[in-house]
């Protein structure tokens, strides 16, 4: 062992905080800045233990100098040879500290300023052994220095934990050594070193610190900054994914960590491992699996078969799919399957399955995964019944593309594949046609494309096989050096329906060779493009510049005229950026559009944000058409204009056109709520319709209102006031909305919601719309609509709180299920109840549904209050009616007490009260009538045409 002769210990010198132990290995240019960033710690009493581990450059050297220039503060080591890791100069640097604290610092990395402080200040106070910092990745060879912080939701606020037992996420997320101080004494105590001779040294080193420590404190200052250099000559460790020999450690590591949970009683904590490796660790290395020969992805299997065959089932279900899948198809090495569904792992909405139907639900593969293991386990892992693939249409696909064929001659590349057919979703007799695109991949050039015809499609059962042949010497033309890189789809047109595909390249050196190109910038700038594979796997062309092209090209982009381009460039993208963003759009809403003068009988439209052409907007716009009105209709949208009136002007939200519409409208006609931060004009009317009674306590009574700032509260207000006029159903509006959003008696407008005379005609009707002929749904069936109300944001996918299937055995013979879920919500019906339950979800308008359906199965949506015109059964599943009102934002009534019809809280006790509708109209009469009294009562039929004639109409024509 090697030390600074010039440095001895001194035993009698005052004991340092902290200790910083900084390894390096052949980072000589990067060692002084992390030393520095230890020596300029607002914490003074701090010291710098370098241990070199036996570098080759002048590393050493550096530490000796730095040592000798701060020889109160840094001492140097060296070890006799090199570890090949981290562990083995970790270890010295704590065998050497004197601090009463142990920090790790790597030579490529910087602590933040104030690290020590207060991750010292913490422990001290806290008395935990260990303390974690938020660290933040750094990409210092990116443009503007991206920062990523490291799983920040783990340090969202200082807590400590008596146990790691309390917080699994820490353990199994932040498996970093360098964020963290520890208290030296508790290393030595527990023996606590680093694995020596195995890479992934910080996840065994942090389990066992978790484990061992008997109090954990996180505080949210950031403390580390990992450096990463993204192109970097020499891949870090944890990079060198292509060595069979690093995931082998890994693995082993794996192990270690496992037998240290169960030797401590952990279980627990094992469960979330899995989890956390079954949806990274696991998949870091399977996205690989396509460019690896034959050789690693047999050994690759063999290392992983006996750790996923340790893993508890229920993991599984904690993961999305396709990671169980991927996971499911190793363990049994079947290839055939396996290399395709990592394909959906990479491209997360490509489907690279034909699927499978069985017994009414959806299933990624068969090949004996379904019935051959005996307990069940293969069939719920394959089943993918939620993911909804069976529900969408080929143009709403992405399908996978597998190329097959690649040969070159002459110019020209003959190109082959198969397309993925899921479900049959192109039928045998479809017409088929196609064409090939290539595009360049740089944005500002995507105009610039070309095509070339695909000769051959035919259908192949589970696949479409096609063949094509471009010339690209002649009909290839780029630029040359600005657009290198051109990637390839495929436009796939069925029966006049476009879906488009990506070309995988899933086998290694299929796709080789050169072919020559004419670039616009002459044949001085490159000559010939050469086929390579994307990180996702897809077939692209790389343009290959001249050598002295390349090295004028880089003195170019380096020397001072490079620099004022990129310069100028990166100002004109800003300035871009600048004037499409929010606030400038406002400005110009503020200071332009509003300058202009208002539009006589312009009316602007909207309904639930854009996202629908429904509601009392729509009522009221086709009552206006109704009566030939001249105006000028403008509707806003989200998302697609489809289903929205062609006689109108369709802009799109936040656009710029439906700024200058809202501006100059002399109307302004919504349900919900035009942008905040809008001011409507003095000359402008807002016909606010809102979009239902309340229940549930709404604007000013909801307690998180309650403690808002005044400033907050005010702003609030202000959008409220633009409101000149609120329609109100019901007196019960005017001691709840109107109040809580605390409007004036003159904006009240008490002619009940024009969506609602719809339904106060069906009630006197006796004939069955055409929707139900329309949803196919049977003359011998009546028609239940289960409409819920929305229950949180975010959600990919609304999970159904009863069994969909079940119902539909029990009552299919009687009913048809209309499911309607909240626009902010998705449902996904599983094959087996087709034609018995049917998802609605997404008809714009929901007042057509409710007049079709004979009973209403809701909880708390205020569809029930409309529902209630109609006189019909309707039943309501609260079956977290306690959560919803003690736990939320708390209710106006007790719907217990006034509901119309029967509240249940189980399926069994659902099941029971719909066995049949006439006992409950009998039943509930008189509560029905009650309820229409105190929540409709000014809803009789002439809403839309009452808001018309008070407004509207001085409009009519001559």
């Given at each position: ?9 001194d ?5 340092p905080?902290?200790t910083?132990?900084v ?7 990067r060692?002084?800045t ?6 300029a ?8 233990v ?14 000796r100098?730095?040592?000798a220039?701060?020889?109160e ?5 060296r070890?006799?040879e ?18 009463t604290?142990?920090?790790f610092?790597?030579?490529?990395d ?10 010292l200040?913490a ?16 990409h ?9 912080k490291?799983?920040?939701?783990l ?9 790691i ?13 360098t ?5 030296r ?6 023996d ?13 080193f942090s ?20 450096n990463?250099?993204?192109?970097a ?19 082993e ?13 952990l279980?627990e ?8 490796f079954l949806?990274?660790d696991?998949v870091?290395?399977l ?15 063999a ?45 997360r909405?490509?489907i ?14 068969d ?5 051959g ?5 293969g069939?719920q ?9 069976h ?9 996978r ?20 057919n ?11 046609s196609?064409?090939?695109e ?23 059962g589970?696949?479409?096989?096609w ?5 690209l010497?002649?009909?290839l ?5 600005v657009?290198?890189v ?5 436009h ?15 086998e ?5 060779g050169q ?34 092209v390349?090295a004028?090209?880089?003195r170019?982009?380096?020397?001072p ?8 460039y990166r ?7 600048k004037?499409?963003?929010g ?7 503020h200071?332009v559009?509003?300058r202009?003068?208002?539009?006589k ?32 209709a403008v ?11 062609s ?5 799109r ?7 200058q ?9 919504d ?14 009317t ?14 000013f009574d ?16 202000r959008t409220?006031?633009r ?28 002619v009940g919601?024009?969506?609602?005379d719809a ?11 055409p929707?139900?002929?329309e ?20 959600q990919?996918?609304?999970e159904?709180?009863f069994?969909?299937?079940r ?6 013979d009687?009913?048809?299920l ?8 998705h449902?996904?019906l ?16 929901v007042?057509?549904l409710?007049a ?7 909880d ?14 309707m039943?309501f ?10 736990e939320?934002?708390?209710?106006y ?11 249940v ?9 719909l ?26 039929g ?12 001085q409009?009519r024509?001559?």
């Amino acid at each position: 062992m090697n030390v600074d002769p010039s440095r001895p210990p001194d035993a009698t010198a005052a004991v340092p905080d902290v200790t910083v132990v900084v390894i390096v290995y052949n980072d000589e240019s990067r060692l002084p800045t992390a030393v520095q960033s230890v020596l300029a710690q607002t914490l003074r009493g701090v010291e710098v233990v370098i241990v070199d581990d036996r570098s080759t450059d002048g590393s050493y050297e550096v530490a000796r100098r730095l040592a000798a220039e701060h020889p109160e503060r840094v001492r140097a080591y060296r070890l006799p040879e090199n570890s090949g890791g981290c562990g083995a100069p970790r270890n010295h640097g704590i065998e050497q500290a004197r601090g009463t604290y142990v920090v790790f610092l790597d030579s490529d990395d910087v602590l933040e300023r104030n690290a020590c402080r207060n991750l010292l200040e913490a422990a001290e106070t806290t008395g935990a052994d260990l303390v974690s910092g938020l660290c933040v990745r750094v990409h210092v060879d990116s443009r503007s220095r991206k920062e990523v912080k490291w799983y920040p939701w783990l340090y969202e606020r200082t807590r400590t934990l008596e146990s790691i037992a309390e917080l699994p996420d820490l353990l199994v997320f932040d498996t970093l050594s360098t964020n963290k101080c520890y208290r030296r004494q508790f290393l030595l105590d527990r023996d606590l070193r680093f694995p020596v001779g195995i890479h992934y040294e910080d996840l065994l080193f942090s389990a066992q610190a978790y484990a061992a420590a008997r109090r954990i404190t996180l505080i949210p200052n950031r403390v580390y900054d990992w450096n990463v250099v993204e192109k970097a000559a020499t891949k870090s460790i944890s990079n060198r994914r292509d060595e069979i020999a690093n995931f082998a450690q890994r693995m082993e590591i794996h192990r270690r960590v496992d037998q240290l949970l169960a030797e401590q009683g952990l279980l627990e904590l094992k469960f979330h491992k899995d989890v956390k490796f079954l949806k990274h660790d696991l998949v870091l290395h399977l996205r690989d699996l396509p460019f690896r020969d034959a050789a690693y992805r047999h050994e690759f299997a063999a290392l992983t078969r006996d750790y996923l065959d340790s893993i508890d089932h229920a993991a599984f279900d904690e993961v999305e799919p396709i990671h169980a899948i991927c996971a499911h198809l190793l363990r049994g090495s079947d290839w055939d399957h396996l290399l395709p569904a990592v394909d959906t792992l990479t491209n997360r909405d490509k489907i690279s399955s034909p699927l499978l139907e069985r017994d009414g639900r959806i299933y990624w593969c068969d090949a004996g995964h379904l019935d051959g293991d005996g307990d069940g386990f293969g069939r719920q892992v394959m089943d993918v019944t939620e993911l909804g693939y069976h529900t969408k249409p080929v143009e709403k696909m992405f399908l996978r593309n597998a190329l097959t064929g690649y040969a070159e001659a002459a110019g020209t590349v003959r190109l082959a594949g198969r397309i993925t057919n899921p479900l049959g979703v192109v039928p045998p007799g479809a017409l088929l046609s196609g064409e090939l695109e290539f595009y360049a991949r740089r944005k500002s050039l995507r105009l610039q494309t070309f095509r070339f015809p695909v000769a051959t499609l035919r259908h192949e059962g589970e696949t479409i096989a096609w063949e094509a042949s471009a010339d690209l010497a002649r009909g290839l033309r780029p630029l040359g050096i600005v657009d290198a890189v051109w990637d390839v789809r495929l436009h796939l047109d069925v029966d006049g329906t476009r879906t488009t595909t990506r070309l995988t390249a899933s086998e290694p050196g299929l796709a080789t060779g050169q072919l020559p190109v004419r670039p616009r910038l002459t044949r001085l700038a490159a000559h010939h493009i050469e086929p390579e594979i994307s990180a996702r796997g897809h077939l692209c062309f790389r343009l290959v510049s001249h050598e002295q092209v390349d090295a004028f090209v880089a003195r170019g982009v380096q020397g001072p005229p490079g620099r004022l381009a990129k310069s100028g460039y990166r100002k004109a993208k800003a300035v871009r950026k600048k004037l499409t963003s929010g606030d400038t759009k406002i400005r110009l809403y503020h200071e332009v559009f509003s300058r202009l003068p208002v539009k006589k009988r312009l009316v602007v439209f909207e309904s639930h944000l854009g996202r629908q052409y429904s509601d009392s907007p729509r009522a009221i716009y086709e009552e206006m058409r109704r009566q030939g009105l001249e105006f000028e209709a403008v509707w806003s949208y989200s998302g697609s204009p489809v289903g929205f009136p062609s006689d109108a002007t369709l802009v799109r939200r936040w656009s710029l056109p439906y700024l200058q519409a809202l501006a100059r409208a002399e109307f302004w006609i919504d349900n919900q709520s035009y942008p905040l931060k809008l001011t409507k004009r003095p000359r402008t009317t807002y016909i606010q319709t809102w979009h239902g009674s309340a229940l549930k306590r709404m604007g000013f009574d909801e307690p998180e209102w309650k403690l808002k700032s005044r400033r907050r509260q005010e702003e609030q207000q202000r959008t409220l006031d633009r409101f000149d006029r609120f329609l109100i159903r019901s007196e019960h509006d005017v001691r709840t909305l109107a109040r809580a959003f605390r409007l004036k008696e003159k904006t009240l407008l008490r002619v009940g919601y024009p969506r609602n005379d719809a339904l106060v005609r069906a009630r006197q009707s006796t004939e069955r719309p055409p929707l139900a002929a329309e949803l196919g749904i049977p003359e011998d069936r009546r028609v239940l609509l289960y409409a819920p109300t929305f229950r949180g944001r975010g959600q990919r996918r609304f999970e159904l709180p009863f069994d969909v299937e079940r119902f539909a055995d029990t009552f299919g013979d009687r009913y048809v299920l209309l499911v309607r879920s909240h626009y902010l919500d998705h449902v996904v019906l599983p094959p087996s109840v087709r034609g018995r339950v049917i998802d609605v979800s997404t008809h714009h308008d929901v007042t057509p549904l409710l007049a079709l359906a004979d009973g209403l199965i809701t909880d708390y949506s205020s569809v029930m209050f409309d529902y209630a015109l109609l006189d019909r059964p309707m039943f309501f599943f609260a079956y977290d009616y306690e959560e919803y009102v003690y736990e939320g934002r708390g209710t106006y009534f007790d719907l217990l007490e006034r509901a119309p019809g029967p509240v249940v809280r189980t399926e069994d006790e659902l099941h029971a009260v719909l066995g049949s509708l006439e006992k409950q109209v009998v039943k509930y009469a008189a509560a029905r009538e009650r309820f229409v009294a105190d929540f409709g009562e000014y809803d009789k039929g002439d809403a839309a045409r009452s808001v018309v004639e008070q407004f509207f109409s001085q409009w009519r024509r001559a």
